[in-house]
């Protein structure tokens, strides 16, 4: 089976308020704080063997569907960066995962001014 790896990085700088961003997004601070790695945060990580990238961004972005106007007036006011990442690894069995975008995750990136990383690897 592939292993579609899928997350949702925030990229921040000086004069973030890791506060007020668990608060408008609804967030425990507490839940938040282990996925804080340097100057980003680590969102909805999922490696659950899929081979539909669509389940797995859904299964990621299920914290921040509905909430795509406060994650960009956060964008604005902090300078973030948001980054949908998915990370494949695919085998020469001939098997294939499905990467094309559907509708709601386009919608999302599209709102949030995400933007869609997508890194391969072949072993």
Do not use: W
Not at 51 to 73: P, S
Not at 93 to 121: K, N
């Amino acid at each position: 089976m592939k292993v579609i790896l899928t997350y949702f990085a925030i990229y921040f700088n000086e004069g973030f308020n890791l506060d007020d961003f668990c608060a408008k997004l609804g967030f425990a601070k507490e839940e938040i704080l282990p996925l804080v790695h340097k100057d980003k945060i680590v969102i909805g990580e999922n490696r659950e063997p899929s081979l539909n990238v669509n389940e797995c961004l859904r299964t990621t972005l299920k914290d921040l569907f509905g909430k795509e106007d406060i994650l960009y007036q956060l964008k604005q006011e902090y300078g973030l960066d948001y980054y949908l990442a998915k990370v494949v690894y695919l085998t020469p069995e001939g098997v294939m995962p499905i990467l094309s975008l559907e509708r709601d995750i386009v919608e999302f990136l599209y709102l949030t001014e995400a933007i869609d990383d997508l890194d391969y690897y072949i072993y």
